[in-house]
């Protein structure tokens, strides 16, 4: 299975950023093609969660489940999903500085979205 990786650093408290990118019902507002995410067991922040997502591919709908596999509050967020798509996903917060920045439009989008787009 190709593996992708990317890095953005955002002038932004960890925290703030989590709470928006580690909300899995808030990826509509700052990811491209998703449509709508719903939780459909557990909390939304804790591992086991289970999840419903629903995106635009082109001119179709398309859907997917997931199941948060390790949450780690202002820190990780790491689940995987099947359906139209299948993989894994982890995203990390942290302070460290990577190589390798990749300026998505996604993540322009939450650059706005958290107030840092000037």
Do not use: C
Request: hydrophobic share 40%; no cysteine.
């Amino acid at each position: 299975m190709p593996r992708l990786k990317a890095a953005i650093e955002i002038d932004a408290p960890r925290e703030h950023v989590f709470a928006l990118a580690g909300d899995l019902t808030k990826r509509p507002d700052w990811t491209t093609f998703v449509k709508e995410v719903v939780i459909t067991a557990g909390d939304g922040k804790s591992a086991g969660t289970k999840d419903k997502t629903t995106a635009k591919i082109g001119p179709q709908s398309k859907k997917w489940e997931g199941t948060v596999i390790q949450y780690e509050a202002a820190e990780l967020l790491a689940r995987s999903f099947q359906g139209y798509f299948t993989g894994e996903e982890q995203m990390t917060f942290d302070y460290l500085l990577r190589s390798g920045l990749a300026p998505t439009t996604n993540a322009l989008k939450l650059l706005k979205f958290v107030g840092l787009d000037d």
